[in-house]
């Protein structure tokens, strides 16, 4: 069984900072390509961070320099630390897994539930 359960959401002001989590289950992350989408209302879901077996990362435009995606590999774990939030980066947090490196949502096979991020101006 594979589960992809996501923590850490919850509204903050402009400028402040979180920390999201994705524990998995049912799969290894060191053997998957694990990332991060995102989804506003109204909006289709985007692509924001991934990060390769071998540790390779690839950021969104719109993210890079204020988002890090890092693994605890011995936690099965997967994080997306968000710094200097704006009220654009408000939506429901996705994260997913495949086997293929991508920034494309098609690719992903494996989906966790979402956690809501709200940034207040």
């Known amino acids: 069984q594979v589960q992809l359960v996501e923590s850490g959401g919850g509204l903050v002001q402009a400028g402040g900072s979180l920390r999201l989590s994705c524990a998995a289950s049912?799969?290894?992350?060191?053997?998957?390509?694990m990332a991060w989408f995102r989804q506003a209302p109204g909006k289709e879901r985007e692509f924001v961070a991934v990060?390769?077996?071998?540790?390779?990362?690839s950021y969104a435009d719109s993210v890079k320099g204020r988002f890090t995606i890092s693994r605890d590999t011995a936690k099965n774990m997967v994080f997306l630390q968000m710094n200097s939030l704006n009220p654009e980066d408000t939506a429901v947090y996705y994260c997913a897994a495949d086997s293929r490196w991508s920034r494309s949502r098609a690719e992903y096979y494996y989906w966790g539930q979402g956690t809501q991020v709200t940034v207040s101006s």
């Open positions: 990060i390769s077996w071998i540790g390779s990362t």
């Open positions: 049912g799969l290894p992350v060191v053997r998957y390509a």
